[in-house]
């Protein structure tokens, strides 16, 4: 049958087509709920970060606007940044009680309730963006994340990704890892342990006093997230050198997360919803982020003095070595961290041979 033809046919079968449908389709019938309720929802959403925050706060609000639109109204958020409904760091025990029935964040906050949580952020010489979501979402890392979250009746859901960040501000050069010596420098998480290990000093500085401390020399060096928000903070102005890559957060990965009991007492069709919208948040944190960053990396080239250097190879390597210390002595002394971890290693080391044949290509030769 010419195309033509075909479409033609198509057309004006509409009404046999359906009734074929119908009789072949029983598969799609039998998922779809027999009585959408009207029933309406009303939740909190508690985040970690500032109100409004850029991309991280923004897409909160998102998450709301496309979860009421999607529900037809039948489910309205309500989103709290850190500190309105309760402090940031308490996001995680507010929804875990269901005093909020969602968050935000990002998993490495909950080590001191769960070390295994921080695997599923970032680990220093972890893996990028696209390789995360690829553990998370194709290679069972979710059903891990899951296990993790049980015990405390919360759900994770992957809600985004900074990329890439950068190394951090400085205002000496470092040429070899004895530079790092008596640093002190704002860094987080396991990064900061590593950075310890190098016989630097890192030092717990809130956002809003970063840039003061590093002005006044109360620490020495800084690292936040990426060009886009580094410009917000101004560090341009008061620094001389800015390093990359990032190798403490090589892909920081962002999440949703619900009250787990809450969560499955939904209407399956408002479960879905939610996490309908949490994929697309995934994508639209990424994309605004390296969309952000690269615009606002030539406007820190173009308004300061700051040079952009890479971090040497060799003081990279030296961190690599005292990362992999580092998550030996957690493993050792915690299991399910070293279940964790063992998964994600395996899955890296699979990746990564994909990824040099292509991605890692395509960034030397190609770009
Ligand atoms: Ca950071």
Not at 88 to 105: H, K, P, Q, R
Not at 159 to 168: A, E, I, L, S
Not at 273 to 299: C, P, S
Not at 302 to 330: A, F, H
């Amino acid at each position: 049958m010419k195309r033509k033809d075909f479409l033609k046919k198509a057309a004006l079968g509409g009404i046999a087509g359906s009734a074929i449908l119908t009789s072949c389709g029983s598969n799609i019938e039998d998922k779809a709920p027999a009585i959408i309720s009207n029933k309406k929802y009303k939740w909190k959403m508690v985040t970690t970060w500032p109100p409004n925050f850029p991309v991280v706060g923004e897409i909160a609000n998102l998450m709301s606007e496309w979860i009421y639109t999607m529900s037809g109204g039948r489910m309205k958020i309500e989103v709290y940044g850190g500190g309105e409904l309760v402090p940031a760091l308490e996001s995680f025990d507010a929804v875990s009680i269901g005093a909020a029935e969602m968050g935000c964040g990002a998993s490495y906050y909950w080590v001191g309730k769960v070390p295994a949580s921080q695997f599923f952020t970032t680990i220093p010489f972890g893996m990028n963006a696209q390789q995360m979501a690829a553990w998370l979402i194709g290679a069972g890392g979710m059903d891990l994340w899951n296990e993790v979250y049980a015990p405390f009746d919360l759900i994770p859901f992957a809600g985004g990704n900074t990329g890439v960040q950068m190394g951090g501000w400085f205002n000496k050069r470092i040429d070899s890892i004895d530079d790092l010596k008596g640093l002190k420098m704002r860094i987080p998480g396991m990064g900061g342990k590593v950075l310890n290990r190098a016989g630097g000093a890192a030092v717990l500085v809130a956002g809003g006093e970063i840039y003061t401390s590093l002005e006044r020399g109360v620490i020495d060096a800084t690292e936040w997230i990426g060009p886009y928000h580094d410009y917000k903070m101004g560090f341009h102005k008061i620094a001389k050198y800015y390093y990359t890559p990032g190798w403490h957060e090589t892909g920081s990965q962002l999440e949703f997360f619900a009250n787990k009991t809450l969560f499955e007492n939904l209407p399956k069709d408002l479960q879905i919803i939610i996490e309908t919208a949490t994929m697309r948040a995934q994508a639209w944190v990424l994309a605004e982020f390296d969309a952000k960053n690269g615009r606002y990396l030539k406007k820190i080239k173009e308004e300061s003095e700051v040079q952009v250097l890479d971090y040497p190879t060799d003081v990279l390597s030296k961190l690599r070595v005292y990362t992999n210390e580092v998550i030996e002595e957690l493993i050792e002394t915690d299991a399910l961290s070293k279940k964790v971890f063992t998964h994600l290693h395996n899955f890296r080391k699979e990746i990564n041979d994909w990824s040099k044949l292509t991605e890692k290509v395509f960034y030397n030769d190609l770009m």
